[in-house]
Nanobody
């Protein structure tokens, strides 16, 4: 069992930055691919970024490319999402996900573990 806890959300003005963290319990973090997803009110959950278990492969939603960076520190059981140049459309609850499958962390389908989410609000 893996427990995921997100942190780092908050209120920021457009153009600002936030760094989200997701820390996992357990000793097998390095075997899981990790993903960040978000869900805005009235909208479906969408994939934002994903990173393979080794960290060598990453994938991003087109609208965040060049603004967001996903990274991981396997020694700290933590995955990060650095978000720069934030826009009001980035406002959502952000969730992290863990799964042995890198594809699953990009699609959100049949993901093994989800965090509880952290709110990100970008004001214009």
């Amino acid at each position: 069992q893996v427990r995921l806890v997100e942190s780092g959300g908050g209120l920021v003005q457009a153009g600002g930055s936030l760094r989200l963290s997701c820390t996992a319990s357990g000793r097998t973090f390095s075997t899981y691919a990790m993903g960040w997803f978000r869900q805005a009110p009235g909208k479906e959950r969408e994939s934002v970024a994903a990173i393979s278990s080794s960290g060598r492969s990453t994938n991003y939603k087109d609208s965040v490319k060049g603004r967001f960076t996903i990274s991981r520190d396997n020694a700290k059981n933590t995955v990060y999402l650095q978000m720069n140049s934030l826009e009001p459309d980035d406002t959502a609850v952000y969730f992290c996900a863990a799964d042995p499958s890198y594809v699953a962390t990009q699609t959100g389908l049949n993901v093994d573990f989800w965090g509880q989410g952290t709110q990100v609000t970008v004001s214009s």
